[in-house]
């Protein structure tokens, strides 16, 4: 079926005397003629990843490719490294095949591009045979992956069973889940994909779910925080990433700690309070482990209200709380906090005696200190 697509591929490069570059629907590489110039990074990295990036899917979105019928100019693109190209869909029936892709440097008259519309139909049947094929396999990863997080524990044993047995993942044993949050679904599709090749052949699944992306790791291959930094930079997004478990029947609890760990990446890896903010263009935390949640692993697992925690903390205005929070989080150390909110030590002393008198507390007297403390986390928690 390869050969058959790769014999048409390069049929259509000859007879357009220009490379040829063939991805499937949602945009991953199929297949591609042999190259010569013009040859930008796109194409180039393209064709080494055999993948696109999230930004260049992005860029070609806004030119609607998924829905044209007929073929696309696209513009270059200097920030992406992209020259202009033209895009010729390929459809059977109402569903979407693929893409055909030249660059289209020097420009394509009007008549080469009828002319590729029509070398363009005899890739459908090949194609629809490989679109076929990668679905149906798609398809059982998918159901086999849902069956992983179902609620009854002989779903989940027999899911670890079908997939170790069809050889998706190498063997059942230690595995760490990785979450993303889904924005434009192609986009975390591709990044997915992109993190498998980079995690190696066997050693990861994944499922698009309507609010999350999921990648499950097997131990072995690459460590969970680099797989996670891979995932992040693809998909341009912060990702979650659980605690492993020793069988891949359990991963459920993992990804139970991924999606905590991803709702809270602000202040999962929290700067030191003592290094001041920020600094402008530096880019946020990205990867948020559940490992390094530290106190709000505990909260998050007791599933208590700020309130609860402690009566009164939810009268303090927001710029009272940060105040107090900051003094906790520096062990009561008012010049370190002063400096930290960069406001003066009298300022600091107001700030405090208001809150106090606000929520009934006795910054003196130790435990409610620790109360109020877990009580103004709690509240990171419920935002």
Known sequence: MRDELQLLVDRI?????????????????????????????????????????????????????TRARH???????????LLPRVCVPVWHSDLLLGFVWFVDSPELSAADVNRAVGL????????YRVNLLGELTARR???????????????????????????MLESDGPCTALVVSVGE????????????????????????????????LRSGSVAPADAAAHLAEQADSGVGVGDPVAR?????????????????????????????PVPAGTSPQRVAMWSQLGVYRVLAAAGLTAPELYPGVDRLPADLAATVEAYLDLAG????????????????????????????????????RLQLHLALKAIHLAS
């Open 13 to 65: 490069a000859d007879r357009m005397g220009r490379p040829v570059l063939v991805e499937d629907r949602r945009q991953r590489v199929v297949c591609y003629s042999a190259q010569a110039e013009p040859l930008d990074d796109v194409r180039r990295d393209s064709i080494l990843r055999r993948s696109t990036t999230a930004e260049v899917i992005s860029f070609f979105a806004r030119f609607e490719i």
């Open 248 to 276: 891949l029947a359990d991963v459920h609890q993992s990804v139970a700690q991924a999606t905590q760990a991803l709702a809270l990446p602000a202040i999962a890896l929290p700067t030191a309070p003592g290094a001041g």
């Open 185 to 216: 679904a192609a986009v975390v599709e591709q990044a997915l994909v992109a993190t498998r090749r980079y995690c190696g052949h066997r050693y990861a699944v994944h499922l698009v779910r309507p609010t999350q992306g999921l990648l499950l």
């Open 333 to 368: 150390d008012a010049a370190a906090t002063a400096a930290h909110l960069r406001i003066h030590r009298t300022t600091l002393y107001y700030r405090l005696s208001r809150a106090a008198e606000l929520c009934g507390v006795d910054l003196r007297d130790g435990l409610q």
């Open 71 to 81: 073929p696309v100019r696209t513009p270059a693109e200097p920030a992406l490294g």
């Open 120 to 127: 363009a139909e005899d890739l459908a049947l090949a194609l």
């Open 141 to 167: 990863e998918a159901d086999a992956v849902r069956g992983l997080l179902a609620d009854d524990p002989a779903v989940r044993a027999d899911a670890a069973t079908k997939i170790v047995g069809a050889e």
